[in-house]
């Protein structure tokens, strides 16, 4: 069983030879090198070949985004960043994602040595994860997006519509009565979508979310995020959706045209009051490992949703959410999984699509439009009911 090859690129001395440990005690990987800026990184990465490096991203003398962004234009490969919990650091960090990164860590901010020894697992098992991972290159365009940054939003606000074949729907089949917008809107608000992900999960939630349409149902969402990401995360994405985008809050009502994420570090359930779906956000154990957890949301989903819930689990690695989807989908609710080849780790959807728990298996690209699709043609059997 060869051994995963690890570089380690850090400004710090202390967090070089922490990791270095770290990664020598795990018997599948070694620390083959540890370079303190990105030039050494460079040639380190060229002679020794690694399988996976990890980058801080935030260091003095460098950049790290700019420094990933080559990296992943050049020789794209695994890249796990070790990012500080700070405002900063988390959007450095959601750069990075969307630059093409596999997975974070965050580190603490004070007492480094014993938080990255607490950190041990988690950091192992991401280096683990992304030494199997698919890389997707970054798309060359938003890349020169990036750097202008005001072009970035009126791109995704303008091309999106046509892009991703929203408006088909107003060339509807003849057979098939007309579904008005108010017949939809009524749709909306009873329908809710639901959506599971991890590993890669950031930006393939945001290739879904961008493309919904501004009346589309609300949309529910645990992503495998730490403490004070996801804030930054939700207004990064309600900057480039349709949609609004926020984190979710406890008690909340939970509304069509709105996406709700799971806070970090806590787990997001929904229950219905009244006529109204409202969030519960609540502290608990780690479920599978995680909190917030997919398993906790699809839970309840299937509990007070049930038929009227569409489903869609993307990629991420281990099994969290597939017993709860396959509940969903027994109570009547539509499921949909990611396909292998745009997950980044198929292990998620895999477990999903092993429990019996999905309708549907779809590339990433297809998933908005077919999931509006969907609706579409639910609302026109339910009008041809009437």
Same mark, same amino acid.
């Given at each position: ?6 570089v380690v690129?850090?400004d ?11 990664i020598n ?8 090198g540890?370079?303190?800026?990105p ?14 490096i ?12 700019? *420094?990933?962004s080559?990296?992943m234009?050049l020789?794209p $490969?695994?890249v ?5 919990l700070?405002?900063r650091g988390?959007d450095?960090t ?5 630059l ?8 603490p901010?004070?007492?480094v040595?014993?938080?990255?020894r607490?950190?041990?697992?988690d ?9 199997k ?17 005001a072009?970035a939003?009126p791109?995704?606000h303008?091309?999106?519509p046509?892009?991703h074949g929203h408006?088909?729907h107003h ?7 007309r579904v008005?917008?108010a017949?939809?809107?009524r749709?909306?608000t009873?329908k809710?979508f ?5 590993t890669?999960?950031?930006e393939a939630?945001k ?11 609300a949309?529910?969402?645990?992503q495998? $995020?730490?403490?004070? *990401?996801t804030r ?10 349709k949609?609004?985008v926020?984190?979710a809050e406890?008690g909340?009502?939970i ?7 799971a806070?970090?570090?806590l787990?997001l ?6 006529a109204n779906?409202v ?7 780690p ?7 997919v ?7 299937a509990?007070?949703?049930g038929?009227n819930a569409?489903a869609?689990m993307?990629t991420g690695?281990?099994?969290?959410g597939a017993?709860?989807m396959r509940e ?10 990611q396909?292998?080849a745009?997950?980044?780790?198929f ?13 549907e ?8 439009s077919h999931?509006m ?5 639910t609302?026109?059997s339910m009008?041809?009911?009437?």
């Amino acid at each position: 069983m060869a051994k995963t090859k690890v570089v380690v690129v850090d400004d710090s001395a202390l967090v070089r030879s922490l990791l270095a440990e770290i990664i020598n005690r795990q018997p599948d990987m070694e620390c083959i090198g540890a370079a303190a800026d990105p030039l050494a990184a460079r040639e380190m990465i060229r002679n020794l070949n690694p399988d996976v490096i990890t980058l801080d991203v935030e260091m003095p003398k460098m950049d790290g985004i700019d *420094f990933l962004s080559k990296l992943m234009r050049l020789r794209p $490969m695994p890249v796990v960043m070790v990012s500080t919990l700070t405002e900063r650091g988390a959007d450095v960090t959601l750069k990075a994602l969307e630059l093409g990164a596999i997975d974070f860590v965050a580190k603490p901010k004070i007492g480094v040595a014993d938080g990255l020894r607490q950190l041990s697992n988690d950091i192992t098992d991401k280096i683990r994860v992304a030494s199997k991972a698919r890389i997707h290159r970054p798309p060359p365009a938003p890349a020169s997006m990036m750097s202008t940054g005001a072009h970035a939003v009126p791109t995704a606000h303008g091309a999106a519509p046509g892009a991703h074949g929203h408006h088909h729907h107003h060339a509807p089949a003849p057979a098939a009565p007309r579904v008005t917008l108010a017949s939809l809107g009524r749709l909306s608000t009873e329908k809710i979508f639901f959506i599971g992900a991890s590993t890669g999960g950031t930006e393939a939630t945001k290739e879904v979310l961008t493309a919904l349409p501004a009346d589309c149902p609300a949309v529910v969402i645990t992503q495998h $995020m730490p403490p004070g *990401f996801t804030r930054n995360y939700a207004a990064r994405l309600d900057g480039l959706c349709k949609i609004r985008v926020k984190e979710a809050e406890d008690g909340e009502r939970i509304l069509p045209g709105h996406a709700y994420i799971a806070p970090g570090g806590l787990h997001l359930s929904v229950e219905k009051s009244g006529a109204n779906y409202v969030a519960r956000v609540r502290d608990g154990d780690p479920v599978n490992r995680h909190k917030p957890s997919v398993e906790v949301l699809f839970k309840s989903a299937a509990a007070c949703v049930g038929p009227n819930a569409i489903a869609i689990m993307l990629t991420g690695m281990g099994a969290d959410g597939a017993t709860a989807m396959r509940e969903m989908r027994d109570a009547g609710a539509y499921c949909v999984a990611q396909d292998e080849a745009t997950c980044v780790v198929f292990g998620m959807p895999r477990e999903a699509i092993a429990a019996g728990a999905i309708n549907e298996v779809l590339p990433l690209p297809k998933i908005a439009s077919h999931i509006m699709d969907h609706l579409r043609s639910t609302a026109g059997s339910m009008l041809s009911r009437v």
